[in-house]
């Protein structure tokens, strides 16, 4: 563990912003392995988030390393749930789920606690604070072993 933040004090060596600095630190955080221990972008950062009105308009289901529709909130009628989705902007689920398990505190090895804060509320943080939200979101999709792109 020590290890770990003296690699990462090592990369403290030069301004950086508000975000910056959480996406460094959050990974570490999640590691001391204590639910209590947590860390949150600035006020200022989170007061801008919630001006930023574009959320992913779905309710998303992980499990077993992939993701499925589980409400959809959007005029798009093919986004029904239980469809897999496979991507978001281009990012592959197995990639949004390890980036999530990183930085999600739990106490110890607890991946179920994880998995249910990911299930519950995580997915549009983490879009919003560490991949670009654009005006729109791109999605691949699978259904029936045919891959989509909505």
């Not at 990639?95 to 994880?114: M, Q, W, Y």
């Amino acid at each position: 563990m020590d290890l770990e933040f003296e690699k990462t004090e090592s990369l403290i060596n030069t301004a950086m912003t508000d975000m910056e600095f959480f996406t460094l630190i959050e990974p570490i955080i999640a590691k001391v392995g204590c639910l209590h221990t947590n860390i949150f972008p600035s006020k200022q950062f989170s007061d801008n988030y919630w001006d930023t009105p574009l959320f992913l308009p779905l309710d998303v289901w992980f499990e077993d390393n992939k993701a499925y529709v589980r409400n959809n909130y959007s005029d798009l009628k093919q986004l029904q749930p239980g469809l897999e989705i496979v991507k978001i902007n281009g990012i592959t689920i197995s990639e949004i789920v390890d980036h999530a398990l990183r930085r999600i505190p739990s106490d110890g090895f607890n991946e179920t606690l994880k998995m249910f804060v990911l299930n519950q509320w995580y997915l549009n943080i983490l879009l919003s604070y560490y991949y670009e939200r654009g005006e729109e979101y791109i999605l691949v999709v699978k259904k029936e072993g045919v891959e989509n792109e909505v």
